[in-house]
């Protein structure tokens, strides 16, 4: 069955630490691959996505992603992490042969940046 | 408007009750999502329409849920006999248009139901 994994529940970073938050996936094909951020209160909102081309993605809030094909990965990245950045983040992929709806989404991942 | 907007965003009924829940989408999005999401888990997919139509309402968990989108623009969730097992975060989404793999969803802050 497809699926995707976000291994940690919550990941802990000191604020101006380097974060990483992971997510593998098992998924036939080329799949594209997203990251989505929800703060409390508030809707999902994109952060990146890969498609196809350079395998690092960078997209909002200075945060990127590495699509990895051997290790089936696409772990979210951010060279210094701030407070703001506390929130529940979530991986998803979509065969391409889906439609955009059709996301396969990880359980989520909560961030926590301390001050 | 300017995003996807949800009402309400809180909603507490009793078991067997009817609730109503309305997605107002970006303007000039022809596709719009019902998603639900529990706690500690991604959202899951209920229904999707392409202008007026439900172009797939497999996620739909059973009949006493329904949802219609009669101009193409708003659409409505309706759930009939609620029960406890109903309560969760219901999340809108709508994109410009719908079927490729790569468009981006743009979500709602959801409306959360409580079924008592």
């Known amino acids: 069955a497809q699926s995707v994994a976000q291994p940690e529940d919550q990941v802990n970073v000191a604020e101006g630490n380097p974060l990483t938050v992971k997510c593998t996936y098992s998924v036939s094909g080329n799949p594209y691959l997203f990251w989505y951020v929800q703060y409390p209160n508030r809707g999902l909102q994109f952060l990146l996505k890969y498609i196809t081309g350079d395998n690092l993605v960078k997209g909002s809030y200075g945060f990127e992603a590495e699509f990895n094909k051997s290790q089936t990965s696409f772990h979210l990245k951010k060279p210094s992490a701030l407070v703001s950045d506390s929130a529940l983040y979530f991986c998803?992929?979509?065969?391409?042969?889906?439609?955009?709806?059709?996301?396969?989404w990880g359980a989520g991942t909560k961030l926590i940046i301390k001050p | 408007g300017a995003g996807v907007s949800q009402t309400p965003s809180n909603k507490v009924t009793e078991k067997g009750k009817y609730v109503e829940l309305r997605c107002d989408p970006i303007?000039?999005?022809?596709?719009l999502y019902w998603y639900r999401q529990s706690l500690g888990q991604g959202p899951e997919f209920l229904i999707y329409f392409q202008g007026t139509g439900a172009a797939d309402d497999s996620g739909l968990p059973n009949d006493r849920f329904f949802a219609v989108r009669p101009e193409g623009s708003v659409s409505t969730l309706k759930i009939q006999r609620t029960e406890r097992g109903d309560s969760a975060v219901y999340l809108c989404a709508s994109s410009l248009i719908a079927g490729t793999g790569a468009n981006v969803l743009t979500f709602g802050a959801g409306s959360r139901l409580t079924v008592l």
């Open positions: 998803a992929v979509t065969p391409p042969e889906g439609s955009n709806y059709q996301l396969i």
């Open positions: 303007s000039g999005h022809t596709a």
